[in-house]
């Protein structure tokens, strides 16, 4: 099952979508962002309370392959490893070569950004 998201271009936004998501009882250790900008994540990351697709989500064998990877197959790496086809990984990930971030939430059904 792919995992439910949205791509946002706007970070209130996307805090906003994260207070709502939580508010409905969606557990932090399953709220994920992903973007193009590794600093973006960071201030997002410390703002939202939201998580980075890390070496727990991918695995030691994909953590350890990224080292070797360009970022763009990184990311689409990170987003395959936590339930996006490629097909789905590579057109997201033309969204953050835009400077868009994307919101995953996983384990979770029916979640209203």
Do not use: C, W
Request: proline fraction near 1%; glycine fraction near 8%.
């Amino acid at each position: 099952m792919q995992p439910n998201y949205q791509i946002f271009g706007d970070d209130e936004q996307m805090g906003e979508s994260i207070d709502r998501i939580k508010e409905h009882g969606v557990d932090e250790d399953n709220i994920y962002i992903l973007s193009h900008d590794n600093d973006h994540v960071r201030r997002a990351k410390r703002q939202t309370d939201a998580n980075k697709i890390g070496v727990s989500e991918t695995g030691l064998g994909t953590a350890t392959k990224n080292i070797f990877r360009g970022k763009d197959d990184k990311l689409i790496s990170k987003m395959k490893e936590i339930g996006f086809e490629q097909s789905k990984a590579k057109e997201i990930h033309k969204e953050l070569e835009k400077g868009k971030t994307l919101l995953v939430v996983a384990n979770e059904e029916d979640i209203k950004f």
